[in-house]
């Protein structure tokens, strides 16, 4: 097999960015090769983006995501990303902190964030099930950009939690009038519990973070009836910034090959950066078994038989679950008009959305 020189790849890929938006230049088969060749190579803590940049994971649903943002916009106005994050720091001035996962979005994020103030505080929740590779990075990448950073633990452990409550299952947007998912017990001791014990006791007012509409359905419905992609929180006491709400995965990634932003190595195996045991999100078990088998086989030593289905009839579909019939109808009505097939059952209590 012929070898591939995977930093003139890299390269040749930077030079042809242009051309692959628009699908006509190197072949899916090349980019495969250039994938497996990059995760023999990922020896560093880092790779560069435009090793990540075309990875199957990565453009699969730009016409779902627009969908999505669009749901999310509603016929509200639109703001740049560096705006948001402007404004935040002129109402909060220094009680404003990046909430970084290592994820590419958290990332590219914090990279405009510190462009604009270099001195921002930074913070990484370390739930203790990250992977290491994350853990890694961030520590790396926090060194290299000098960055005012600080690594969040919480009290209890992920093991301790399944123990209680059982492996966390999928959220619901159960208050839609609110527009606050609900959040999972182990969501709030692994990541909403520490990042409020650290808002009390540093003052923080803002918390500036990577997420984007397109990344889910109950996102979109999130910050479309937020209204905007900043807002205050009354359930954490803290105002939230997406300056990315609105960005596609491919504008994040150009971003970042712009700028030559370090990305995590783990991209080259996973499009999912969280816990490595989560299994609160759909498809968790194939992604995971497919993706990072060591960890798959690792979880289900632990759970034993344990699987959770995304619709009751076995679809490909996200399974909505409302405890108001009308809220369902509502969220039914705005997935219609965005041209989503989906289905409604028990009078709108249920609803299902296709997942791509
Ligand atoms: S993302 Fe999943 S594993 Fe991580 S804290 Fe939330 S529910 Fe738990």
Same mark, same amino acid.
């Given at each position: 097999?012929?070898?591939?020189?995977?930093?003139?790849?890299?390269?040749? *890929?930077?030079?042809?960015?242009?051309?692959?938006?628009? #699908?006509?230049?190197?072949?899916?088969?090349?980019? !495969?090769?250039?994938? !497996?060749?990059?995760?023999?190579?990922?020896?560093?803590?880092?790779?560069?983006?435009?090793?990540?940049?075309?990875?199957?994971?990565?453009? $699969?649903?730009? $016409?779902?995501?627009?969908?999505?943002?669009?749901?999310?916009?509603?016929?509200k106005k639109d703001y740049s990303a560096?705006?948001?994050?402007?404004?935040?720091?002129?109402?909060?001035?220094?009680?404003?902190?990046?909430?970084?996962?290592?994820?590419?979005?958290?990332?590219?994020? *914090?990279?405009?964030?510190? +462009?604009?103030?270099?001195?921002?505080?930074?913070?990484?929740?370390?739930?203790?099930?990250?992977?290491? !590779?994350?853990?890694?990075?961030?520590?790396?990448?926090?060194?290299?950009?000098?960055?005012?950073?600080?690594?969040?633990?919480?009290?209890?452990?992920?093991?301790?939690?399944?123990?209680?409550?059982?492996?966390?299952?999928?959220?619901?947007?159960?208050?839609?009038?609110?527009?606050?998912?609900?959040?999972?017990?182990? +969501?709030?001791?692994?990541?909403? &519990?520490?990042?409020?014990?650290?808002?009390?006791?540093?003052?923080?007012?803002?918390?500036?973070? #990577?997420?984007?509409?397109?990344?889910?359905? @109950?996102?979109?419905?999130?910050?479309?009836?937020?209204?905007?992609?900043?807002?205050?929180?009354?359930?954490?006491?803290?105002?939230?910034?997406?300056?990315?709400?609105?960005?596609?995965?491919?504008?994040?990634?150009?971003?970042?090959?712009?700028?030559?932003?370090?990305?995590?190595? *783990?991209?080259?195996?996973?499009d999912r950066i969280g816990c490595w045991?989560?299994?609160?999100?759909?498809?968790?078990?194939?992604? *995971?078994?497919?993706?990072?088998?060591?960890?798959?086989?690792?979880?289900?030593?632990?759970?034993?038989?344990?699987? @959770?289905?995304?619709?009751?009839?076995?679809?490909?579909?996200?399974?909505?679950?409302? &405890?108001?019939?009308?809220?369902?109808?509502?969220?039914?009505?705005?997935?219609?008009?965005?041209?989503?097939?989906?289905?409604?059952? !028990?009078?709108?209590?249920?609803? +299902?959305?296709?997942? &791509?």
């Amino acid at each position: 097999m012929k070898l591939i020189d995977i930093h003139s790849y890299a390269r040749r *890929l930077q030079l042809v960015r242009l051309g692959i938006a628009k #699908g006509n230049s190197i072949s899916r088969h090349n980019a !495969e090769l250039m994938e !497996e060749a990059a995760v023999k190579n990922a020896k560093s803590w880092y790779v560069s983006p435009a090793q990540t940049y075309l990875t199957r994971l990565q453009f $699969k649903s730009q $016409k779902q995501e627009m969908r999505l943002i669009n749901i999310a916009k509603g016929k509200k106005k639109d703001y740049s990303a560096i705006n948001i994050l402007r404004k935040a720091l002129r109402f909060h001035k220094n009680k404003v902190a990046v909430l970084w996962s290592g994820g590419r979005c958290s990332t590219v994020t *914090l990279h405009m964030a510190k +462009c604009l103030e270099p001195n921002i505080k930074v913070i990484f929740v370390d739930t203790g099930v990250e992977f290491p !590779e994350t853990v890694r990075y961030v520590k790396m990448l926090a060194k290299e950009w000098k960055l005012n950073f600080s690594v969040l633990r919480p009290r209890r452990t992920f093991w301790e939690l399944v123990k209680e409550h059982g492996p966390p299952t999928a959220r619901k947007p159960s208050d839609q009038r609110s527009g606050e998912p609900d959040t999972p017990p182990c +969501c709030y001791w692994l990541k909403k &519990e520490p990042i409020r014990s650290y808002i009390k006791q540093t003052g923080i007012e803002a918390l500036i973070t #990577g997420m984007r509409a397109g990344e889910s359905t @109950v996102r979109a419905i999130s910050l479309n009836q937020k209204g905007s992609p900043f807002f205050y929180s009354k359930t954490e006491g803290v105002w939230k910034y997406h300056p990315l709400a609105y960005w596609t995965t491919k504008r994040v990634c150009e971003y970042a090959l712009k700028h030559d932003i370090p990305m995590n190595p *783990l991209y080259l195996k996973t499009d999912r950066i969280g816990c490595w045991p989560c299994t609160s999100f759909f498809g968790w078990k194939e992604k *995971l078994s497919k993706n990072v088998p060591k960890f798959y086989t690792a979880l289900m030593y632990f759970f034993g038989k344990f699987h @959770v289905s995304p619709c009751v009839e076995g679809k490909s579909m996200n399974h909505l679950e409302f &405890e108001r019939a009308q809220d369902g109808r509502a969220v039914a009505r705005i997935l219609t008009n965005a041209g989503m097939e989906i289905e409604v059952h !028990e009078r709108g209590k249920i609803v +299902c959305v296709p997942y &791509e």
